[in-house]
């Protein structure tokens, strides 16, 4: 029987549809780094997945978190841990660049799929256990019921299905 390492986090409802997206974020970022022990049709696959979910999903995801925690809950965010958000997003998006480019390769390179893979779920990680504990301690119920008013339209807009690969589709 598998057990949790880490028992599972209590989120506020406001913030939950941004944890329901790194799950999803989760999945492409072990494919990817599991991939990197596969063989090249393994690599490209953790790709497409992951090049796909970037489009659909992680890059709005990041839009959001922006705007909504940077912008208006800003206030409730030390500026270290909002110039980590900001730069580790930027990075994310370069490294889903560098997958385009590696998309292209007839077989692509295992080591940087594993660094992409590794950075998303560590920045992940560190939202979930770091920055949306800061917020949710930091943040009034009032704070949190306007924030959840917004969460809850991106969370009606989202398409919950990137757990499977782009052949299941």
Request: net charge negative.
């Amino acid at each position: 029987m598998d057990r949790f390492v880490n028992p599972p986090i209590e989120r506020h409802e406001a913030l939950a549809p941004f944890s329901r997206d790194h799950y999803n974020g989760l999945v492409h970022a072990r494919r990817l780094v599991k991939s990197a022990s596969g063989d090249r049709v393994q690599r490209h696959e953790a790709l497409a997945g992951f090049l796909d979910a970037w489009e659909r999903e992680i890059a709005p995801h990041f839009r959001d978190e922006e705007r909504l925690l940077i912008e208006r809950m800003g206030d409730l965010v030390p500026e270290p841990e909002r110039r980590r958000l900001l730069e580790e997003h930027r990075e994310i998006e370069a490294d889903a660049a560098r997958a385009r480019e590696l998309r292209r390769s007839t077989d692509p390179d295992p080591r940087q799929l594993r660094e992409i893979g590794e950075r998303l779920e560590r920045h992940i990680r560190w939202e979930e256990r770091s920055l949306f504990e800061l917020i949710q301690r930091r943040a009034g119920e009032e704070r949190l019921e306007d924030l959840g008013k917004e969460t809850a339209a991106i969370e009606a807009s989202r398409q919950r299905n990137a757990c499977r690969t782009p052949t299941q589709r």
